[in-house]
T-cell receptor
Framework: DSGVTQTPKHLITATGQRVTLRCSPR?????VYWYQQSLDQGLQFLIQ???????AKGNILERFSAQQFPDLHSELNLSSLELGDSALYFC?????????????FGPGTRLTVL | AQSVAQPEDQVNVAEGNPLTVKCTYS??????LFWYVQYPNRGLQFLLK??????LVKGSYGFEAEFNKSQTSFHLKKPSALVSDSALYFC?????????????FGTGTRLQVFP
């Protein structure tokens, strides 16, 4: 158990809908990352937050957004969902967000868009 | 473009034999290097990382990795494989030059250990 929690574990929804994925980092970690794992794209970095502020963006679609709250938990919002958004979404956290920090991953949320 | 290559989709090894999972990278500078393992329906578990210093890094569950700067490789090894090591293994790099801590992942290598 990495100490990173994600809810829900599974999510099934329809095209055009909006969903919110939640992540709680390990105790004491200030940095949160979101990754998408799909069969065709592999593991892709989406976005990083550090202590409430956006630090970096990766291949995140405009339909997707995220935030990190004062208690350091994070939410990833996915809207106008398409079939291709079906994937495993991981949250990771690290202590201070410096390069050598280890990122610890949560168990993921499996999103299925029908 | 910065990239990580895991040239083998699958590695098969008999239990008790040594195993190697290969990783090469194309990243400028001296990146930080990581190995993660993913078991079915689970998240990624950290195995080990290379920051600096000794080229042989020891990690969890008896795994180790050898960093080779000239070959830009970071191969994962274990002297004696266990059936329970069967899983999906990911190599990842974090370029030091980036103003971000994102990890760039390889495509993964499925390790199958046969009894």
């Amino acid at each position: 158990d990495s100490g990173v929690t994600q809810t829900p574990k599974h999510l099934i929804t329809a095209t055009g809908q909006r969903v919110t994925l939640r992540c709680s980092p390990r105790s004491g970690d200030l940095s949160v990352y979101w990754y998408q794992q799909s069969l065709d794209q592999g593991l892709q970095f989406l976005i990083q937050y550090y202590n409430g502020e956006e630090r970096a963006k990766g291949n995140i679609l405009e339909r997707f957004s995220a935030q990190q709250f004062p208690d350091l938990h994070s939410e990833l919002n996915l809207s106008s969902l398409e079939l291709g958004d079906s994937a495993l979404y991981f949250c990771a956290s690290s202590t201070a967000g410096t390069g050598a920090d280890t990122q610890y991953f949560g168990p993921g949320t499996r999103l299925t868009v029908l | 473009a910065q990239s990580v290559a895991q040239p083998e989709d699958q590695v098969n090894v008999a239990e008790g034999n040594p195993l190697t999972v290969k990783c090469t990278y194309s990243v400028s500078g001296n990146p930080y290097l990581f190995w993660y393992v993913q078991y079915p329906n689970r998240g990624l578990q950290f195995l080990l990382k290379y920051i600096t210093g000794d080229n042989l890094v020891k990690g969890s569950y008896g795994f180790e990795a050898e960093f080779n700067k000239s070959q830009t490789s970071f191969h994962l090894k274990k002297p004696s494989a266990l059936v329970s090591d069967s899983a999906l293994y990911f190599c990842a790099v974090r370029p030091r030059s980036y103003n971000t801590d994102k990890l760039i992942f390889g495509t993964g290598t499925r390790l199958q250990v046969f009894p």
